[in-house]
């Protein structure tokens, strides 16, 4: 391989822009960071960009005693590593375009391992398709642009040029909605990228993209990744945020007023009625509407003092040894009138796994049960209702899985990630004449919580709903 003036001053170059690029990873890991999605994607970029350069500074020093032909596996892991950049780099778009689309973000949020796993897994797939296929040497003398050809060349160009095209598409579908300012960089780099493309074929002897990519790296971090700038941003968020609370609080207090009101008024009324009637089959009729509307106004006066204990960090764990059988068997009276008064078929699966004693909180255990069961009669008009109660024996610990169905309308996609939150209600439950708070689940899933569980909910609409709730109890040593 002839060497010339070029090798020598991309080697300088490239040595160049891995310390820029080392300083800039020193300068970001020292200082603290948000745990958000951008910032994981943006420590990706920055490895990839040392990754990168050090297969570079290898290539440019190998060259200097190989030929082209034996250095195949350093090119592969070249554009590799720039396959890899690219894609985060258009990961990293899309997570900033759609920021301000809250449902989709919020989505991504809750769902963050889920996700973080798919970009890893299709990062280690591109890496490994590009490392796999063939790429040989041109018979050229001359160590110019088209040297190196084969798939995995074609497929890097491929690769480039369709996130190029998805990139463009998700900036113009959420450009209306997307902070301008978070895409003025991304102009920058754009500009920068195609000047370094035309230098690229000018000049194929010398590496220009290099010096792209360590550009691209500093313009984010000084514009959209500074730490200092997130924490500010971050800041302004949680003011909203904790102002939105205070807001869903008052909206809150003057929704369960009405909501108080209504029960209230129908005790006060058909207690005068009791009092000025003779007949007694009325009085009786009378009698039974009183206790429902007592009932009613008694579990939401319940919510608000066990959501107050939980928001005020006042509820603990009372942990007692409990027979499961007679313990879960018993939670179906609790549904039974709800039950018969919907006509739904009620299925009720006790796995004999289960230990026949246990400790833990078994009333928070009953709220969590009845909760979610209460739901999904609630929400249920016809077909059924299963309560499935399961265990795993793990470390000398009880983990009970515990799941309720149901064959109702099930929850609209752009529902399930709020369906947690406190006060919330999905816009057609509110206009109805279903009773709620949309407290339930928020007090259910600190509850899980509490007891270091897990719930998750998987639904489909018009189909039905499955809570599934997985909580640790003690084995009882007696
Ligand atoms: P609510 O008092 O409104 O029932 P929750 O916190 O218990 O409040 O539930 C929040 C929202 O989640 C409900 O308004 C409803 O839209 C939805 N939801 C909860 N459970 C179910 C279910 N089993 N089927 C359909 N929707 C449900």
Known sequence: MEIDIFNYFNLAFVCCCLIFSVLLLIIYFSKKNMDNIENGIYKNL?????ICFIVSIAFDIAIFNYDL????ILYKLYYASLILWAFCLLVYVFIITIESRENIYKKIVTMRSKYSLMFYISLILLCL??????????NISDYSFGVIMGPGVYFFYACIIIFLILGIIIVSINFKSTNKKKLIPFYIISILGVASLVFAVLIP????IQLWMTIVSYIMYFTIENPDMKMVTELEFAKTQAEQAN????????SMSHELRTPLNAIVGLSEMIISSDDISEVHEDGKDILKASNNLLELVDGILDFNMIESNNLELVNVRYNTSDFFNSLTDLIKDDLNSKNLEFRFRLSDNLPEYLVGDKNKIKTIIYNLLSNSIKYTSEGFVELNIDCTIKDNKCILRISVSDSGNGIKDEDISFIFDKFYRSSENKDSSINGSGLGLAITKSLVELMNGKIVVNSNEG????FFVTIGQDLSQD
């Open 46 to 50: 920055l490895f990839l960009d040392v």
């Open 69 to 72: 032909g034996d250095l195949i």
């Open 129 to 138: 398709f590009e490392m796999i296929i063939p790429i040989y040497k041109r």
């Open 205 to 208: 002897k010398l590496s220009i």
């Open 247 to 254: 807001n869903a609080k008052s909206d809150f207090l003057s």
């Open 463 to 466: 189909i039905g709903t499955t």
